[in-house]
Structure formats: C-alpha cells, structure tokens
C-alpha cells in the first residue's frame, strides 16, 4: 500500500471553491462578518491523504469566544421575536443551499477529513435530514394549557428559546454533527456560538456560517470561532452567557465539559463514545451478518461513534464469519478519498492513527491473530480483521475509532449480553438472528441507547432519537427530543378569578 502523493484537492484551491468566502476560509464568523485572522495564531488545515496544507484559520482566543457570546446574546431576544416561518425559511432555504454546494462540500469532506464520496454523500444527506427536521420544529414549539388545583386558576406552560447555545463538535462527521445542533437551534429563536474540531474548521463550522450568511440569517445569530480544544475549550464550555451546552466528541473531554457547564448552571447535552457490539447469534443468516459487519466496521475508516469496535459471534459461526470479513476487508479500495473509486481513506491524523496501531500490536501481543489487513502507510489503515480476541484486549474493551474488526467467540446468548454490555459505553449496537424474537431478547438486555435487529450499528434518522447511556453522553437528538434541550418551559399562571387566601 502506497500513500497518494500528489497535492491538494486535485488542482482545486478550497479558498477558491465556489462555496469560499470571498477572501477565503482564513477567518472568524463573527456577528454577520468575515473577521481576517490578523495577528492571532494560525491553524494548518492538512489534507490527511498528502499531507499537505490545505488552508489555514484563525485560531481564535478567550477573547474572541468572550465577544461572540457577547454578540449572539445581544442578538438573540430580537431573533426570537421573528414569526417562526421566517425563522424556519432561513434554516430551510440554507439546507437547499448545501445541496447546491454538493460537489464543493465533497471535495472539502475529501482534504479535510479524509472522507470519501460515498461518505460525502451521506453526510450531506444527514445534514439535509436534520436541518429539514429542524426548520419545522420552528413551528412546532409545543406549549400547554393544564387544568389548576386552585380554583379560578388557569396554568400555561409557555416554550421558549433556551438563549444562547455554545457547540463543539468533532472531526469524523464535521457538518451534519454541528448542523444537527445548529439548525434547531437558530429555528427554535435561539443564538449559537460554535467551535468546530481544530481538524476540521471549515467543514465543522465555516462552511454552516457562509450557507446561513447567503440564506439570510440576520447578524450575531451564528458565531464561529476556530480554535483548539485544549487552549479556548475551557473557557468556552465554562462559559457564563450560554444556557445550553452541546457537545459531541470523546467520553474524557465530554466529562470535563459537562463539569464545567454545570458549574456555570449551563444545561449539558452530551453526546460521547462508544464501545458498539455487533452480535452475531448461532441461528443468524451468516452473509447477512457479514455484509452488515463490514460496511458497520470499515465505513470512513471506522471513525465513527456508531461504528461496531467489536464483534461477537457464536462459536459455530465463528470461522466463517471470520473469513467471510477477512475477504470483504481485503477487497476495500484504499487511496485518496478525491478518486472515485476509493471506499477507505486516511485516518484523521498521527495521533489517531499510532492510538489504532497500538491497539493492533498490543492485542497481537497478547494473542489476537491478524486474518486480514494489519499494515499502515501514512495515515492510511489497512482494514484490519483480528481473531482469537479477547474483551479485554486493548483493541476490544478501548474505543478504537479505526477501521478495524475484532472478532470475539462466545457460547450462548447471555455470555454475547455479558460481553456486550462489559463497557462503561453505550451508545449503539446490533443483533443478527433469523429468530426476531429471539434477537428482540438480546436487543432489550443491551445497555445501549440504541439497538438494530439484522443491521448493524450506524444508523441515525432525523426523527428519530439519537443519544446514548454512561458514558455515551447524556440527552437525545432529533426532533422533539433536541427541541426539549433547545427551550425552557415558563409556568405562567393566570388567577382569574379573586382568590382566598387563609390570612
Ligand atoms: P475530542 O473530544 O478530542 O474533540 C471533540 C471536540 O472537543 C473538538 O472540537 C475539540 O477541539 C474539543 N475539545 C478538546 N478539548 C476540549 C476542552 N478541554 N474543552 C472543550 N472542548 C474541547 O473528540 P475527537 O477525538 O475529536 O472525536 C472523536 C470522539 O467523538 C469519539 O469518542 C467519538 O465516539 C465521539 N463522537 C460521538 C458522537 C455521538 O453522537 N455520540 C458523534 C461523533 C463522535
């Protein structure tokens, strides 16, 4: 396997792709502004296939997350105030737009993320999915009239925006995992701050920022401050001004920031890792199982909080499946994600990709038998299939995030639950089984927020809700499940008649 060499974005300049900014991505969104970098720091932005820069961005300071939530408070009430039509056409009207940037949007997903086409078309359509969703939850915002104990009373409850919302998203599916926050957000009156993943700056904010812009979004309702987690991460997620705090990335920093936003009486909504089990029962159609396991585990690099990280099969099954994956791992086309054909693309970077290869040796080490893949180049993973595993093998019981398939043996369906559920994650999972039933039974004793029978793991809909339990985060999103962490509830009681009171 050889590492692409040639250069970025195939003669395509991404600070001249239609969708750039007219001075390019090299700057803050900033109260309705492109705000240059000036003196600040820069962040490279690398292509992870060639290795080379591909633009660069501010990285934004304390003061510059102090001035955008000083701007999207400011802003806010006013933007609440719009009839929730007009809110919901400019989400709507941004949601064509990034339909009509497909192409731009590809090739950006491509030098920035590493993701290839097929991955670029279904973030694009997630990111759709949800904005659509969220445009209409505008119109949806689901207050209640309820009877009183108290004579003459009436009781309201009254939805109003939470205020401001702070975001920080990752790397893996930069715009549709900040576009799922964002778009309810601004459509249910609230103002955002957002900072993307330092990886993915222009994909996980910037490019959001430009659709609202040319959709109409009035100035200070989206803010985007470039920066890096460990410098303004702090500080932004401990912030006094905003009344939400969304987050989605790892368990660790996730903890952390939901500590923070606590201590600053900010509402956390928290969606972490995962430790996803794909089990495959004895009574299973085997092909099926495959076939779901491989596109569950190789599916951009296996850099997804959804992918399987483990799979169980029963013991009678075993060899097969393990064949079966060894094959279908062996026939994935890996390149550069800009070439049509390519399905697996680079890891995100170094520290991602010595974190999985450390895994692999480790386990090696300890009596995993590699049956497919196994090497690296570059930043580029063979889809690598493990037997002979064990869950507690560092490439079982940690969250790998790369494109690789442990394969553990188990005996009987309470042995797959005890495996499955020997994590402190749980965020998704699935069951294969010919016997529905059967695998309803597996399904319902996973301690996961969600579970798929004859699938496998990565699924998300955007009316349906999306969250997990431990150490997978807190809150569901989606739909109504995301409107409730958008808005507050008011009781507003009107004493309509004179009421006695006992002195
Ligand atoms: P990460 O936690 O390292 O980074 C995520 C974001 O947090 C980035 O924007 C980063 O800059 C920021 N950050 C870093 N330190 C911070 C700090 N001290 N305070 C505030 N923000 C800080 O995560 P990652 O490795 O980039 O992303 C992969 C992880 O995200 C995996 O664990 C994956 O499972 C998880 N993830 C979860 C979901 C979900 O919906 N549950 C979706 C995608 C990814």
Redesign the pocket.
């Known amino acids: 396997m050889t590492a692409p060499s040639n250069s970025a974005a195939r003669g395509r300049d991404v600070d001249e792709l239609e969708i750039a900014p007219e001075n390019g991505w090299n700057a803050l969104y900033l109260d309705g502004e492109w705000v240059p970098a000036g003196d600040r720091e820069l962040i490279d932005v690398e292509n992870p296939a060639t290795r080379t820069t591909v633009t660069r961005v501010p990285s934004g300071t304390e003061d510059d997350v102090d001035e955008a939530y000083a701007i999207a408070e400011e802003a806010q009430a006013e933007w609440a105030e719009r009839p929730p039509q007009e809110r919901a056409a400019i989400v709507s009207e941004a949601c064509e737009l990034l339909g009509e940037y497909a192409d731009d949007l590809a090739t950006l997903f491509a030098v920035e993320c590493g993701g290839v086409q097929l991955k670029a078309d279904f973030e694009i359509q997630l990111a759709q999915g949800t904005m659509d969703v969220g445009a209409g939850l505008a119109m949806r915002d689901g207050g209640r009239r309820k009877d009183s104990v108290t004579p003459g009373k009436e009781n309201l409850l009254v939805r109003e925006p939470a205020g401001v919302v702070g975001v920080?998203?990752?790397?893996?599916?930069p715009l549709y995992?900040t576009s799922r926050v964002v778009a309810p957000a601004i459509a249910l009156g609230n103002s955002v701050v957002l900072?993307?993943?330092?990886?993915t700056p222009v994909t996980?904010g910037l490019v959001l920022a430009k659709a609202f812009e040319e959709a109409g979004l009035p100035d200070g309702i989206l803010n985007v401050v470039p920066?890096?987690?460990?410098e303004?991460?702090?500080h932004?997620?401990g912030h006094s001004v905003p009344s939400v705090m969304s987050?989605?990335?790892?368990?660790?920093?996730?903890r952390?920031?939901g500590q923070?936003a606590v201590g600053s009486y900010t509402e956390p909504a928290l969606?972490?890792?995962?430790n996803n089990a794909h089990v495959v029962l004895e009574d299973a159609d085997l092909e099926r199982a495959i076939d779901a396991g491989a596109f569950g585990s190789f599916t951009h690099q296996g850099?997804?909080?959804?992918s399987i990280n483990r799979h169980l099969v029963h013991e009678s099954l075993y060899d097969e499946y393990v064949a079966g994956l060894a094959d279908r791992a062996e026939q994935l086309p890996i390149g550069d994600p800009l070439e049509e054909e390519t399905l697996v693309g680079p890891v995100?970077n170094e520290s991602?990709r010595d974190k999985i290869v450390g895994f692999v040796e480790e386990s090696v080490a300890s009596g995993a038998t590699v049956e497919a893949g196994g090497g690296h180049d570059g930043l580029f993973v063979e889809p690598t299939v493990l037997s002979d595993v064990t869950g507690d093998m560092p490439i079982a019981c940690n969250?790998h995030?790369g494109p690789i398939a442990p394969v553990i043996p188990f005996e009987s369906d309470e042995e797959a639950i005890r495996i499955a559920n020997d994590t402190e994650y749980g965020?998704s999972g699935s069951v294969h089984s010919t016997d529905v039933a059967r695998a309803r039974d597996v399904a319902d004793a996973m301690e996961t927020g969600m579970v798929h029978i004859n699938d496998q793991p990565l699924n998300d809909e955007p009316h349906i809700a999306?969250?997990?339990v431990g150490a997978?985060?807190l809150g569901r999103?989606n739909d109504e499940w995301i409107l409730e962490t958008l808005t507050t509830l008011k009781w507003i009681s009107i004493q309509r008649e004179p009421r006695e009171y006992p002195y």
């Open positions: 920080i998203t990752p790397w893996n599916f995992l900072k993307p993943d330092e990886n996980g920066g890096y987690g460990h303004i991460g702090d932004f997620s987050f989605t990335g790892s368990s660790e920093v996730g952390g920031v923070r969606e972490l890792g995962g850099q997804e909080c959804i995100i991602q969250e995030f965020l999306f969250g997990g997978s985060g999103y």
